[in-house]
């Protein structure tokens, strides 16, 4: 168990739609990252929030926004859903933002689009 | 720009052997921090080791090692008395201290089956 927890650990909606994907990071991890699996694009950086604030953006479509709220979780919304939209998405945390600080995943939220 | 290779797409192992799983990395930073993780069937994504580009020694933890030749730019894992357990795909990641932002680079991963 890494302590990062994600909800739901599956979707599954229809192209068009918007849906929120949840994360609460390990305890004491100010850093949250998220990250899109997928079979053809592998893992990719999507955002990362620092205590509250936008630190980095990757490759995140117009269509998605993420926050992370004062209590720390955050949340990744998908908007317009597209079938090259299914995919595994993780959440990250770490205590801060070391480069030798090692990133704990979820357990990852399926995302299906019919 | 940072890049993670690992050239191995799949491998087999004989459960209670060693087996090594290359990662190599490209970057212009004099500082960085290179992971594995571990993937299983079921999806999560767990972390296994970890080395920093300054660190003298290899990074062990329990049965994983890793093999870390700076001027090779190589981080390679070592899984010793492999176990059933064992068999999932395993990703090599880097992150660099000077880069804009602290996400991690992942390798496109080698899949292991330990076989009885």
């Known amino acids: 168990d890494s302590g990062v927890t994600q909800t739901p650990k599956h979707l599954i909606t229809a192209t068009g739609q918007r849906v929120t994907l949840r994360c609460s990071p390990r305890s004491g991890d100010l850093s949250v990252y998220w990250y899109q699996q997928s079979l053809d694009q592998g893992l990719q950086f999507l955002i990362q929030?620092?205590?509250?604030?936008?630190?980095a953006k990757g490759n995140i479509l117009e269509r998605f926004s993420a926050q992370q709220f004062p209590d720390l979780h955050s949340e990744l919304n998908l908007s317009s859903l597209e079938l090259g939209d299914s995919a595994l998405y993780f959440c990250a945390s770490s205590p801060g933002q070391g480069v030798d600080q090692p990133q704990h995943f979820g357990d990852g939220t399926r995302l299906s689009i019919l | 720009a940072q890049k993670i290779t690992q050239t191995q797409p799949g491998m087999f192992v004989q459960e209670k052997e060693a087996v090594t799983l290359d990662c190599t990395y490209d970057?212009?930073?004099?500082?960085?921090?290179l992971f594995w993780y571990k993937q299983p069937s079921s999806g999560e994504m767990i972390f296994l080791i970890y080395?920093?580009?300054?660190?003298?020694q290899n990074a062990t933890e329990g049965r994983y090692s890793l093999n870390f030749q700076k001027a090779r730019k190589s981080a390679n894992l070592v899984i010793s008395a492999s176990q059933l357990g064992d068999s999932a795909m395993y990703f090599c990641?880097?992150?660099?201290?000077?880069?804009?932002?602290?996400?991690?680079?992942f390798g496109t991963g080698t899949l292991l089956a330990v076989q009885p």
């Open positions: 970057t212009s930073d004099p500082s960085y921090g």
């Open positions: 080395q920093g580009s300054y660190d003298q």
């Open positions: 990641a880097m992150r660099e201290r000077g880069g804009a932002t602290n996400k991690l680079i």
């Open positions: 929030y620092y205590n509250g604030e936008e630190r």
